[in-house]
Every structure is written in structure tokens, then in C-alpha cells.
């Protein structure tokens, strides 16, 4: 059984639903899928914040054009304050951060129960939030399957090309398409290599995270996203608890990521130091896998050693607040649209997110 179409997208995570979303309504197209259900790896397993500053200049960029389509309904507004004890620690977050500085008056008030130590220097992220992570992938899943199939448990064997067109065959069935785009996530790398395909050198790492319930007394609900501003830990308000992690990044294949007794005790360990407090009781934890290219900016654009071959890929856990902006961004290379407005009004451009960057110097890892 072979079934044809337009565009063949590889990868159910964000990247891969955001571009299927953007482009479904103008071109036929089949979202594909290796796990029995979408988002299973790293998209379903985001602390889902909206943090501007995180990432470096482009995934800002992105994530600030990918407000508007997530607000309002999607969006949870709810300030960042990155705290530090060095004026250093701020430089970054002040340079590409909306917001203020606070001091340590102030950071008691926002967040009543806080106990920061050393912790003397604040600057709030005014335009931060909370995303709804469950509704934002329903919302684009029904934006795909208003135009065109989705495609779950397809576990392609071979890729290939064959006669100006890309067949996807697993053991039941084959997908053909004109254009075959890859969106796989920690796989992209290894789904390129089996389509015949010059790999990015993409890295995977763990990260993990943890739910914990706070002391007695202590009322997170109205706290505001707490992050080390050096980047080694963050927690965020989930209901009557916090999730937490120590941004630990351990190399690591492409895999089912699962956390492990280490990693958990420095996301605990991290959750003390960033609060001041020891009482907290971890409930849950979990880990998911962040890919980055080797300068660590999202890739989007077309091959260039592979005919109607188009990258999506290396988000490094900036999908859930820059997926949007980026699927719109891929959907108008590949379907020929204007670049979008608010790509324009971030200075975005197709180069700077183009796979070409990364051929013009030795690919490492950073």
C-alpha cells in the first residue's frame, strides 16, 4: 500500500507540528509519527515556560515572534525573576530581557517564603509566562488533521529517493512525498543517515526534572518563575507545587530519556540553593532530551547535499515558546509564502536559521 502527497514531515514533536499546522492549509501533506502518540519525548516533557531571554539571540527572537500565537488563551502570563549574587551573573539577562531590576526587598515580596541566602540582585522578566503545553499541541494537531492525515506508529525502514520522490517504508505500508521534511528530534541525525543524508552533528543531552511540594506555610501558587541567572537551576509554579530542575546537561544518544538517582538528588540540591530551604518533598521526576546544533540555534532550511530535503531540528528545549514562530518560518520556505511579519519584526531571517551555517566551519560540540 503506497500513499502520495505533496510533503512528507517526520517528527510528531513541536517542531514537527508546528510546521504541519502553518502549512496543511496550503499544501498536502502527512504528518508521520514513530511513537504510538504525538510529543512522547522531549516536546511532552517541557517545564513549559516562556522565558524570552533563554537560549541565546536567535531562540529570543523566535520565541518573542511566537507570542501572538500563543497568547491569549495559550499563555499564562507570570514574570521570570532571575536572581544572582553577581552583577556579571545579570549582564545577559539584562541585555535581551524585558523588565526591571529588583532588590532583595522586593524579591521577598514576590515570593513570600523565599530564603535566597547570598541572594541579593534580582531583574524580572516582565513578559514571561506559563504555556499550556497539553492545549498548545491539541490546538496544532487539529490545525493538521483539518487539511491532512497524521500518521502514529509508522516506524520507517528504509528512506529513500526514487524517481524525484521520497518513500517512507516500514513493514505495512509505504508514504511517498515530493518533499520530505525532518522534524525527528534527538533522531534527526540518524533519520537523515538512513534517507542517504549528510548529518547536522547534532548533540542530545538529559535534563531532569522534579515535582516537589513546598514547606509548610509556603504558598508558590503566586510566585513568580524563579531561575538562577547563571543557569544552574529554575523552578515554576505548577499549582500547589513547583517543578525544579538543576539544568544539568549530560551527553546522550537518542533515546527513551529516563532520569536516575543522581540527577534527581542535584535537581533537589539545586531547588535548596535556589530557595534557601531544605523542606521541600519531591513527589515526581522525569527527563527528556535537548538537541542542539553545534552553535546552538534552531535549524530550518533546505539540505544542501539532498534534493527536497528540508531541515527542522536542533530547538535544544526551546520548542514549546519558539516552535510556533519557527513552523511558520519553515512552512514559508517551503511553500514559497512572504516571510512572516513578526519574523520581520524580530530582524529573523531565513539565513541565520539556514543548515548552510553549519557547513562553512568544522562541526563540534559547544
Not at 504525538?38 to 513549559?48: E, K, N
Not at 514574570?79 to 539577562?93: C, K, N, R
Not at 513493514?171 to 547536522?200: H, I, K, Y
Not at 535549524?299 to 527542522?312: H, L, Q
Request: aromatic residues 6%.
Amino acid at each position: 500500500m503506497q500513499d502520495r502527497f505533496e510533503f512528507l514531515i517526520l517528527g510528531g514533536g513541536l517542531a514537527g507540528l508546528a510546521v504541519a499546522a502553518a502549512l496543511a492549509p496550503h499544501r498536502r501533506l502527512c504528518l508521520v509519527e514513530r511513537e504510538a502518540w504525538l510529543c512522547r519525548h522531549a516536546s511532552g516533557r517541557a517545564a513549559a515556560m516562556f522565558i524570552p531571554t533563554y537560549g541565546g539571540p536567535v531562540v529570543s527572537r523566535l520565541a518573542r515572534a511566537s507570542r501572538g500565537l500563543l497568547a491569549p488563551d495559550l499563555l499564562e502570563p507570570r514574570a521570570a525573576l532571575h536572581l544572582a549574587s553577581e552583577e556579571t551573573d545579570l549582564a545577559a539577562v539584562q541585555q535581551w530581557g524585558r523588565g526591571r531590576r529588583i532588590d532583595a526587598a522586593e524579591i521577598a515580596k514576590l515570593a513570600p517564603g523565599l530564603r535566597a541566602g547570598t541572594t541579593t540582585l534580582g531583574f524580572l522578566e516582565t513578559d514571561a509566562g506559563l504555556i499550556d503545553l497539553a492545549g498548545l499541541v491539541d490546538r496544532l494537531r487539529r490545525a493538521v488533521l483539518r487539511h491532512g492525515p497524521i500518521v502514529t506508529g509508522f516506524e520507517a525502514e528504509t528512506i529513500e529517493r526514487r524517481q524525484g520522490c521520497w518513500r517512507l517504508r516500514s513493514a505495512e505500508r509505504t508514504l511517498a512525498g515530493a518533499v520530505l521534511v525532518n522534524a525527528a528530534g534527538p533522531w534527526a541525525d540518524e533519520t537523515a543517515r538512513l534517507a542517504g543524508v549528510q548529518p547536522l552533528g547534532l548533540q542530545s543531552y538529559r535534563r531532569t526534572l522534579i515535582e516537589a511540594a513546598p514547606p509548610p506555610a509556603v504558598e508558590v501558587r503566586t510566585w513568580p518563575i524563579l531561575k538562577q541567572a547563571n543557569g544552574q537551576g529554575y523552578l515554576r509554579p505548577a499549582g500547589d507545587a513547583v517543578w525544579a530542575s538543576a539544568c544539568e546537561e549530560t551527553p546522550s544518544p537518542p533515546c527513551d530519556a529516563q532520569s536516575d538517582p543522581l540527577s534527581v538528588a542535584l535537581a533537589c540540591e539545586s531547588l535548596n540553593d535556589l530557595t534557601g530551604r531544605t523542606e521541600w518533598t519531591p513527589t515526581a521526576h522525569w527527563a527528556g532530551l535537548r538537541s542542539f546544533a553545534a552553535d546552538r540555534d534552531p535549524v530550518a532550511g533546505w539540505a544542501t547535499d539532498a534534493a527536497d530535503y528540508f531541515w527542522i531540528a536542533g530547538l535544544g528545549g526551546s520548542g514549546v515558546q519558539s516552535a510556533p514562530a519557527l513552523g511558520q518560518a519553515a512552512a514559508a520556505m517551503l511553500g514559497g509564502a512572504p516571510w512572516p511579519e513578526a519574523l520581520v519584526a524580530e530582524d529573523l531571517t531565513a539565513a541565520l536559521l539556514s543548515p548552510q551555517r553549519l557547513r562553512r566551519a568544522p562541526i563540534g560540540d559547544q
